[in-house]
Every structure is written in C-alpha cells, then in structure tokens.
C-alpha cells in the first residue's frame, strides 16, 4: 500500500482503482491511501468492497482526506463491516464539503446503525451533488435512521437513486412517510425497497396516491415484498393510471399477486403507454387468468417492451392467449415464460405468431424442442429492426410511375413512416 500511495501522489492518469477483497489493506494501509488522495486529482472511481480488515480509523483517515480531494466522483464501501457509525459521522463531514462525489454504495455495511445513517442523512440536506446512495441489506439501521433520511429528502433535490433493498428496520410508518415525499421530491428517479418486509398492500395504496403526483420516479423495484397482493397490485395500477413517467415496475417474487392484480395491470396497458418493463417473474398465482389478462392489455399497448412472466404457473391457455395479442403488438422486444407449465401447444402457437411478429427480439422460453426455429426467427426480425427499416427510412424509395417502366416516383417520407409501422 505503501508504494500505491507514493504512486497515486504523482500519477495523472489512473482514473480507477479496484482494493476488492484486498484482506491485507487494514488501518495503517488505508491511511498511506488517503494521505495520496489528498494530493491526486485524476482517480474517480475506487471500490474498497470486501475490504473487512479496515476499520473505524482507517475510513475516518479516508473521510478527511475528501475533505480536500476534487475529483473522486464514486466510492463502493459494499461489505465493508468495519464501517459503523463513527465512520459515517466522519463521512457526512466530507460530504457538507466536497463537491464532486456522486455514488456512495454502503450496501451490507451490517454495522451502521441509525446514527450514522442520519449523519449521511444530515449531510444530504447540504450536499448539491451526490446523486446514488445505496444502503441495501443494511440490517442494523432501524426507524430513526430512516426517519432521518425520509427528512433529508424534504431538502436535497440531486439525488436521484436510492436503494434501500431489505432493509428491515425500515417499518411501515417510514415507508410510508418516504412514499409521502415522493410527492413533493422531483429528483429521484429510481427507488428500490425490494426484499423490504413492510411493504404490503397498504403501503402501496400509500406509493399510488404519491405516484398520481410524482413527475420524476421512472423505476420502482418493490422485487420480493412477499405482502404485496392483488390488493397492493390494483392501487398500483391505480396510480400508474394517472402517471406519466414511471417505466420500470418490478414485481417478481411477489407471491401474493394473482389473477385479480393482473387483471389490473391488463386494464392498465390498455390506458397507460409510458411503462417500458414489468417483472412479474416468480408470482406463481399468475396462472392463466392472470396471463390472459395481462394478454388482452398488450393487444392495443405499444410501450411495453420487456415483460417477464418466469415461474408464474401459466399453462396452454395463457400462452395462446399471448400469441394471439403478439400477432398485433407492434411494441414488445423481450418476453421471458421459462419454468411454466405449457406444452408443445401452446409453444407452437408461440412460433407461429413469430412468423407475423416482426418486433420481438428476445422469447425465452427455457428449453423447448423449438429452439432453433425461434432463434431464427428471432434473427430475423433483429435484422429487419436494426438494418432493413433505417435502411428504407434513410434512404429514397422509388415506385414504377404511372406513366410508365421508365419514370420512377419517390414516395415521400410520410408514406415510408406509414409502410414502416405495419412491420
């Protein structure tokens, strides 16, 4: 570490180092970096993740050492459980002073608690430029701390992501509070509470109302919420009625949601043409009522471009049912029904709406005795997007004239748009 550091202090082009798992680097190796760090002003990026040998001392030297740094814009403290409160403390320091670091990842950091989670948090009502936090599986902060954050965001409007993936102690009343701010909040774009044990049917009603407001979320991971049900799926698809900016709505291994919340989501495609990805992967009461239903909102919605499907119990009916509406969706590129319960049935409707669908690019199907006519297929239409169609739209089409063999006629771009959209 020694020799690193001396070689940071001069070097004027590294702009990315990676310490992962370095077990060797410990308090006295973490001081001779940060003392560099003070001096260089190229390196942008470092990952400390893993890095368990570390302690207290040694990220208060790093803290400080931000103080005078201007150009790291991303650090990743992942796994580093010698990172607790006085650390953070020492962080939210820097952070009231430094102005370009933009990504801090403190994901399964199991020793910070609620105070330091609100000296990051009081920082963040000061700091103009950090745009990701992520405190993922950080198990050990609990309602204060979050509490904190939740205030924090009443202030700050740069950060843009945050992830606060099964974090426990988070607790209903603060989930709701912080889905409360998204009404108000216009910087965050994406959230994730995934794996959060809080979040159930009633914290969604709660994220819908907000959602009807919010002009700035365009991805919501709510992944493994085991409490979300139909309930929680239809005051989603409420607030997703109204909303006109969220893309990505992940829902898988939402084990609660069934026909009645794809029913929803189905009335939901019919209206909403902003979401570009739904997961449902793993909701295993999906079956195919839920299938179809979902089935019947692609026939006329033209933004969906990914849906997953994984795991959800559908059968022949439900696969029918989306090769019917994929005969007339001109939107989806990705479509993943691996692990499901359909037969040689249903795949083979699958394959025959791929010779009239010319959008799809991606059918996962897992293993299928069809995988080679697919893969074909699906080859096919990538070319047709990706060289076929700018070919014709860049360049002029001409048509025989009416007059005769002889005398050709562009057809204008208007024409050409209109051909285009029938692909």
């Given at each position: ?106 994901s399964l950091c199991d020793k910070i608690g609620d105070q330091g989670c609100r000296a990051l948090a009081d920082a963040l009502k000061v700091n103009k430029v950090l745009k990701n936090i992520n405190f993922s599986c ?188 994929l005969q007339r969706n001109k939107a989806l590129t990705s479509l993943t029904l691996r692990g499901n319960n359909f037969h040689d049935g249903g795949i083979d409707e699958l394959v025959k709406m791929l010779k009239l ?37 860049s360049n002029p089409v001409l048509l025989e004239s009416a007059e005769g063999p002889d005398k050709m006629q562009e057809i204008p771009n208007e024409m050409k748009d209109i051909i285009v959209s029938y692909l």
């Amino acid at each position: 570490c020694k020799a690193l550091g001396e070689s940071l202090k001069v070097n004027q082009s590294l702009k990315i180092f990676n310490f992962e798992a370095c077990y060797g680097i410990g308090n006295d190796g973490c001081k001779v970096l940060a003392d560099a760090l003070k001096m260089n002003q190229t390196l942008t990026s470092i990952s400390f993740a893993c890095c368990r040998t570390i302690r207290e001392e040694g990220w208060k030297a790093l803290a400080e050492a931000l103080k005078m740094n201007g150009a790291l814009t991303s650090i990743n403290f992942k796994c580093c459980d010698g990172i607790g409160d006085e650390s953070c403390k020492a962080l939210g320091e820097s952070l009231k002073v430094n102005e370009t670091l933009a990504s801090l990842d403190f994901s399964l950091c199991d020793k910070i608690g609620d105070q330091g989670c609100r000296a990051l948090a009081d920082a963040l009502k000061v700091n103009k430029v950090l745009k990701n936090i992520n405190f993922s599986c950080c198990i050990s902060v609990g309602g204060a701390g979050f509490q904190a954050l939740y205030e924090a965001l009443e202030k700050n409007q740069t950060l843009t992501t945050l992830g606060l993936q099964a974090c426990y102690g988070l607790g209903a009343a603060v989930f709701n509070a912080l889905c409360q701010r998204l009404e108000t909040n216009q910087a965050l774009t994406s959230i994730s509470f995934a794996g959060c044990e809080c979040v159930g049917d009633e914290g969604c009603k709660v994220l819908s109302e907000a959602l009807k407001i919010n002009q700035a979320l365009t991805s919501i991971d709510l992944s493994s919420c085991q409490r979300i049900g139909d309930e929680g799926c239809k005051a989603l698809a409420e607030g997703l009625e109204v909303n006109k900016v969220l893309k990505r709505l992940l829902l898988s291994r939402c084990e609660r949601i069934g026909e009645e919340g794809c029913k929803a989501l189905g009335q939901l495609l019919k209206i909403n043409q902003v979401l570009t990805t739904i997961d449902l992967a793993c909701c295993e009461r999906i079956g195919d009522e839920g299938c179809t239903a979902l089935a019947k909102g692609l026939e006329v919605n033209q933004a969906l471009t990914k849906l997953d499907l994984a795991h959800c119990e559908v059968g022949e009916e439900g696969c029918k049912a989306l090769a019917v509406s994929l005969q007339r969706n001109k939107a989806l590129t990705s479509l993943t029904l691996r692990g499901n319960n359909f037969h040689d049935g249903g795949i083979d409707e699958l394959v025959k709406m791929l010779k009239l669908n010319t959008t799809l690019l991606k059918l996962d199907l897992g293993y299928s005795g069809n995988d080679k006519v697919v893969r074909e297929r699906l080859k096919e239409n990538a070319v047709l997007r990706s060289v076929t169609i700018p070919m014709v739209l860049s360049n002029p089409v001409l048509l025989e004239s009416a007059e005769g063999p002889d005398k050709m006629q562009e057809i204008p771009n208007e024409m050409k748009d209109i051909i285009v959209s029938y692909l």
